[in-house]
């Protein structure tokens, strides 16, 4: 077999290492011989030893020959670079008449510590499992301890036992609960470390530096030493010439110190050759501020992929190309790596940008506002970090309270649902997104010829998405940062109880219709609130309802008011809004405003107060003694935050009360299917109908049996033995319950059966030889179900009323996967078919058929990416179970391939 025909290039994928760093691992191929071998040489005696139990300083020509020589499936090797280095080989040998392999591994001495042991073991297992192994061995010498803690800690069942002076060990190759929450837990924190490298560099260089004050390269430089860094900054220019009064250097090979951080300020053209040398001088990760990528620029997206692909192979994450930069805000850190100029203060949102001429706007209004961030990260065209790992960094920050997003994309849907969903929980992350990430990406699979390209309701989806994962979402980035400043400086809100105290009237009204479109409603006050008030509203006023201070009020009587309506149990959020009788008035209420909350905190949790003051110029919020009120232009401004926050809160209760994701079916015969498929019609096919019925009954879905026939005698015998009553399908593009629509019903004997067939046959010649004879389906609600591997958004699914009103997906409900109990249950209660369940003789024990059925059809899309398609077209609900009638399974390579994954086997 030719080495092009035996490589199994989807074995190559890029993994982060524990402290951040990147490695490329790839099947070993021949021509890594001569490597191998200096690879080997390079070890110590101690290392060689553990491999191979003897002394063996030099690998003989043979002995390379059998590393490098493999087939990818009786014989496996992995070999890891960093740059043009080999640092670590691992591979397996079958044992000859037993369905496991013999692990072996061999990292370089100066890479141990980084974790790639345990990476190279993982996709060992997993390649284990692609070539039907059930199990791997192991012979370590007892005294290799960090080896044996490799196989303790990767999370597989393991056991060993000591014979002959040699521990062996066994390790189980099946995923187990365990196993996915330690790969998934070093994934994330592999992931934090490499955004962490970036963020809290000791040494920057800026490469492309240059005397002009007006260059991007020369105003990123000035930033970090104005700003304070605390680390050491090298300018790098050709010339030399010091930049700033800073000596310069010709090249990033001139440095004298090791860098962290280089922020790439060159020309399009230039990039490459940079990050190169970057990667020879061991960089540590860079922010490319560099443009010109993309469809228009010299490269096109050819040149994108070439930076990630050569950064990732010396071991660099990279924030870019186009990106603005990267500020952290940590007073032991103070980097300012941006062409910003604007000052950013401290605080608790993080903010991710991924337009440049968006990011400088939005902190020039964030200082204007008042808001502080933790960091702020562009990410430009995004070849590499994502909002995915910035999530996972935010996550552990103790700095950051908020996450602020501008999205154009998700990158890798799957990880930003499930990444959210957890962080969500806890963190509140608020999102504006552009209108570009609602356009097609392409053909939606299982899409007919016939119908547009992007059949799906996209919009829908991404609002789906965003839901589902706790998303706040906003419209505008103004709302975006109204949101983050109301969380950020008076925290979340707990119900939709919003009290209102005002001595405006037309304002008090505005407040009470904004309070109706957001989902929350007046504050009841209790009567011991009430009887406060009464005392200290002026004549005129009201304590009913909003409290109405009447124009007269002055700072006295709102603070008053407010120590009486910040301590009622029965508010969950408070408005206040002062129109000024003179404008002096304002400042004396915004300090009694502050001094108000301040007082209530002291005493315990407040509810979240915003203010309107219409006589003082909207911008910093009103501040005390550790109190920020955020200040706004208007009441429906305030309340639409409010809003987006108390839906938040429902999303977190109601996620609480759901439970974890839906474990995926077991789905080992689907997948079996798919492979087959695949390795016949690399480019895939819809299954035949008994192939997907088969498949779907093995996955233990209640599937009525069918036959297809080729004449009318065929459909005597097959309807004989399924038994009547019977319906006829003749396979026409739509079919309908009717003879037009190719569908005959309830035929109950051999009679009207073959009058049926006659008069079907009359209307469709030439399509009575694939024709379906199948039972009649019990009485009961049809429903239609539609499940797509989009390639913008992951799995999505999508409910509707099946038979005659079916309607099309682009006006589904739909939702994304992983989906929770909670999610079918939106899900079903957005669809029509709801009311057809709950008009069911037992509508709960019908409710829960739809519901099960939902999470289990989710569950093979989520489990099984191959399954392009899967559209159940007619399914039955009787009593308490769904029987499928019609289904299609579309297999095809996965569709979703985003340029910023870290490629991994799975």
Known sequence: MSEEAAYPAAWEFDAVLADGGTVHVRPVLPSDAEEVRAFHE????????????????????????RLVQVDHAQRVAFVAWIGDRIVGMAGYDIWRARTEADVWFLVDDDEKGRGLATILLEYLAEAARRNGLTGLTAQVLPSNQRMLGVFRSVGFETTSAFEDGVIEVRLGIDPTPETLARIAERERAAEARSVERLLRPATVAVIGASRRPDSIGHVIFRNLVERGFTGTVFPVNPTGEPVAGVRSYPSINDVPEVVDVAVVAVPALAVLDVVEACGHRRVGGLIVVSAGFGAYGPYGTTGERLIVERARLFGMRVIGPESLGAINTDPTVSLHASVARTAVAPGPVAYLAQSGTLGIAALEHARRVGIGFSSFVDVGAKVDVSGNDLLQFWEQDPATRVIALHLESFGNPRKFTRIARRIARTTPIVAVRTRKDLRPVGPLPGTRPSEPAAAW????????????????????????????????????????AVAVVSNSTGGTNLTADALAVSGLASAALAEHTRGVLASVVPDGGAVAGPVDLTFAAGAADYRAAL??????????????????????????VATAIADAVAAARADGPTPPVVAILLGREVGAPVRGADVEV?????????????????????WVDRSEAAGEDVAPEATDGLRAVAARVLDAEPDGRWLERVEAETAMAALGFDVLASAVVDGLDGAVEAAERLGYPVVLKVPVDRPRPTDAGGVALGLRDEVELRMAWSRLAELHQ??????????????????????????????????????PVAVTDTSLPVRVLPMSAADAAVLLDA????????????????????????QRVASVLDAVPEVQALIIGSAFVHEATVAIAEVAILVAPDVWEPADRVRRLD
């Open 42 to 65: 390079r070890q110590s005696p101690e290392s060689i030893y553990f491999r191979f139990f003897s002394p063996r300083p030099k690998l003989s020509d043979r002995d390379v020959q």
């Open 457 to 496: 309701p996209v919009e829908a989806t991404v609002d789906a998405l965003l839901d589902q994962s706790g998303v706040i979402s906003a419209d505008t980035p103004t709302e975006l940062f109204d949101i983050a400043r109301v969380v950020a400086q008076q925290g979340a809100v707990r119900g939709p």
């Open 563 to 588: 120590d009486a309506v910040l301590r009622d149990p029965g508010v969950d959020a408070c408005v206040v809004i002062h129109a000024p009788a003179l404008a002096a008035d304002t400042d004396e």
């Open 630 to 650: 955020p200040v706004f232009e208007f009441p429906s401004e305030a309340v639409r935050a409010l809003g987006r926050l108390h839906r938040w809160q429902q």
């Open 766 to 803: 030439g399509l009575m030889s694939a024709t379906v004879v199948q039972p009649m389906a019990p009485s009961g609600p049809e429903l239609r179900v539609s499940g797509h591997q989009h390639a913008g958004y992951g799995a999505v699914l999508g409910l509707a009323m099946g038979g």
């Open 831 to 854: 669809s029509p078919v709801h009311r057809l369940v709950e008009a069911m003789p037992d509508p709960a024990a019908g409710r829960s058929a739809v519901l099960a059925f939902l």
